[in-house]
């Protein structure tokens, strides 16, 4: 199949040579829009879009047509989803997914076939160190990170005793992990919850009973939403410090409300961090698709900006994959985020925030810049990546 | 009003002499796909064929019990998936000879659905569904927390079987191959169970049990039987699905993948087997096709199962029954 | 762990399964009545939930919203029985199965594409806004009670209703021989689509009395389904007191598996294993305790008679 592949590929590649910059360029967009989960893929999608709408249309002056798929959130349709974007539409790039386990489903299928994957949200430990991958570049953090800024910060105000509490899965014990490793402080218990659970009564009492300095939190999506509404009305909000990752942001406010005002989260973004590229891409989010933009939306512009930025480099040519790969780890690119570079393993260096919500003038809500608590930080990982 | 939870009544056993027409074209249309395949996007048409009949293996295993045996199983993605994870967790200690790993795939499903066997085919009708739904929950729990093994996230496999150290699945086209003779054996083992002395009495015992019992046959073990040889069948699909995907994972067995096998038997016609094949076909070749064209497609494709409910009895089968019975008639 | 803790959890698992029972009892009913697997139970609970959302937008009153949207639930489930579900009642379980899994595909997208895919929200209602002191540091919201209370009433009405009025007589001869109850001269059918829209009714309202508590979005209805199914399953099909009791027995269970197994689990082993097994466990436990029950007995806890 190997061999197959190379010989389409390089018949494509010297066809793409041939028609020169004519040609479309075609980038696959991999999101899961179907089921609870399908407001993060929307914002990967609508970021991802809203870049090629406000260059013109163009990435590195070639004329781009996105494809859009939806994995499902099941790994066997991600694996068919990408073999479809790969040898059907044969797409240049793939951008996705939004989740882990759909990020390792389709890893093999994608940069098998020479096709280069950028993942706008979804970073996992192995593909940053062991595992890391030359067709693989990440926009957005290794998944611990945000829960490390949590535990750094915590660490940081003094705090003696914290709770934690994450889904019963592999990205929760991963987040309890990441938060751990920065906070030395006393654990005062370290709960696991089924996935998808609904009521937090018995949590919610273990807390009260424990009365800790802070909770941290990762519920990311619904249980988030659930679990932020009762924490307040339970009347924990005024005595624990709420400090969570993925739980509280632009994707769930619109449910929480006043509910999770003044509750801290780890992020690498925040809607007012102010540059100006940043307050552009957020007003016209906010025009085009009537919603404050979360971190998957900023990620996957970003995403667009730097294909952008390395088919410049290479004028347009996606067929020379290694010139391809040296023009993207340039990161030749003016990120919304600000400071921008790629470490060995193509996982970010950038800075991380301690994220506050807050209720804005017009009513809407969103999470606010409140405090830098990493400057160029990279992954622990990255030295385990045999990429140099 | 007490129905029970039995496959329609209306669908009756093929007679044996028609029943190579349909099958047959089925299979060589199936054994064609490839040449045509070379015309487009090959390996993704294989790709999506390949999964085509990956699960019309689990959903033959399902039509079986269900069809014939009147055993509602909820929870037969579990079987698909302990035979994924067989081979998810051998490769992981590099052993990849399928010798060693579809014996092991067969066999773990078969020793899952002989224990929890044990228990469900005590219950009957609706509860018979729910100790099923209840034992793939557990099975898709329990698989959630392998940590070693990718816990929730799932595990990559690096190579697909082997045999004697050959690659010989490597190739997207001998793979589509061994797919297609591994649903032809199924198909074929299958058959000759429902045409058997066997086959009578399991079929015999989702009609009247009782009568059954006063025939003096033990209608628990009969059942058993079954059950385990259809939950094999379900590993053998799971050994092919790993393969085809490379990476197995919890959501393999979860209650929504067991509702989409149920839903494809009920689409192709229940208690046919070949019926089953039409079934899966249809259903991934729809969602595929309404999937191209629209993000909203379930808009679609929810209204579609209602309506071949409300006007295809007996499924896809039983419509063009129905369409050639009008042709005959006019 | 201390006595005071166990008190309170033990609460809590009986107020999640007043929950459940508020889910389930809809379901329940035209299970068991009617003899119709209605998997779109769920979706029409999240149904219940974005019509309250969409009119408290509109009027700004929860009480004003909570029967409006009881009233659009209500003709949108006689449209669908009307439509679908009486064709319906004379098939198979499965053609059931099938027909109301496209419903529940169909509303998951509907309701996305209408409301968008964002979780939306219901604030608690402005008068049952306060709470009371349930153990230092822990306020308990009157809502929850008010959902309690409620899931109470519906229990007693449903007890009332099937058990002693006419109507109910009526329901429960058609649920054990519908052909007789007909030739009686009782238009069956009618009596069915009173049934039926009073099971979509109490799924709205299950799914507007629990909106201010939980989060609002697509697919919130398939979770629940399966849970409410698991109740009905254990307490026996048909049985209104079975469904009851089971959903006292579920919420008890999984709060306290949820709250104890780890400190269970760490009298007979490690901590570190203990920690790892035991929320696997504690997410299985209704399951074990299904496939328990139906083991002892195969028809559940409180099986209607003329029922196998």
New interface residues.
Partial sequence: MCKRLALVGAIIGLSATAAGAQEKLKIGVIAT????P??L??QLRNGFQLAVKNLGGKLGDRDVEVVVEDDELKPDVAVNKAKALVDRTKVDFVVGPIFSNMLIAIMKPVTDAGVILISPNAGTSNFAGKECNPNFFVTSYQNDQNHEVMGKYAQDAGMKKVFLMAP?YQAGKDAIAGFKRYFKGDIAD?V???L?Q??Y??????I??A?PDAIFVFLP??MG??FV??FR????AE?VKFLSAFTVDE??L????EAAVGFFGGANWAPNLDNPQNKKFVTDYEKEYN?VPATYAFQAYDAALLIDGALKLTKGNTSDKDALRAALMKANFTSLRGPFKFNTNHYPIQDFYQVKVAQRADGKFETQIDKKVFAGYSDPYAKDCPMK | ????????NTVSLPQDDRVGGLPAAIFLLLALVPFAAGFGPESYVLGLFTRVMVFAIAALALDFI?GYGGL?SFGHAAFVGIGAYAVGILGAHGITDMLVSLPSALLASAIFAYLTGN?CL??????FI??T???G??AY??A??L?PYGGDDGLTIRLRSTLFGFAILQNDRSFYYFVLLALLAAYLLFRAIVYSRFGRVFRGARENPTRMSTLGFDVFRFQRVGYVIAGAVGGLSGFLLANATQFVSPAFMS?QRS?EL??MI??GG?GTLHGAIIGAAAYLLIEEALGGITE?W??I??????L???FA?GGLLGLADKIRGRLGRA | M?TG?VV??IL??L??GV?LFLIAAGLTLVFGVM?F?NLAHGVQYMLGAYLAVAFYALTGNFLVALVLALAAALVFGLLLEFL?FR??YD?????Q???T??????????V??VW??????LP?PEFFSG?IV????????V?RLVIIGSGLAIGLLLYILVGHTRVGMLVRAG????RMVSALGVDIHRLFMIVFGFGTMLAAFAGAMIA?????????GD??L?LA??VI?IGG?GSMRGAFLAALLIGLVD??G??FAIDILRLVMPPSPA??????I???LI??L??LV??FR???LFPAR???
């Avoid at chain 1, 009564?201 to 273990?206: D, N, P, V």
């Fill in positions: 829009l179907s089921g609870p399908a407001v893929g929307q019963n370290e696991y919850v089924p998808g609904l009521d009564s018995a949590e919610l009492t273990k009260a009973a009365s999506g619904g939403v659930n509404k009762q009305q339970a009347g924990l005595k994707s769930t619109p449910a929480q409300k919603a | 009003m007490n129905r029970g939870l039995t496959a329609s269900c509602v228990v005590r219950t009957r009708s609706v509860y729910m100790i739904l209840a034992f929950q557990m729990f329990i959630g927390s940590a209650w509702g149920i839903i009920l689409l229940l909203q379930k808009l494709f929810g209204p579609l199962l209602v071949i409910v409300l009895r | 201390s803790l309170v959890q809590n698992g107020q999640f929950l003899d697997i679908i064709h319906l098939r198979d379980h499965l053609e199965v099938i027909a899994f496209g419903i529940i595909i169909f509303l998951n997208q509907a996305k594409t968008g895919a964002a979780p939306l929200t608690i709470s349930l153990m230092p540091g822990l306020l308990y919201p809502w649920a054990t021989n519908a201010p508590i939980l989060s609002v979005e697509p697919g919130m979770s629940v399966i199914f698991v399953v099909i709060t306290l949820r709250s920690r790892t097994v035991g929320p696997a504690a997410s299985m399951y074990v299904m496939a139906l083991y195969p028809s559940g003329g029922r196998g």
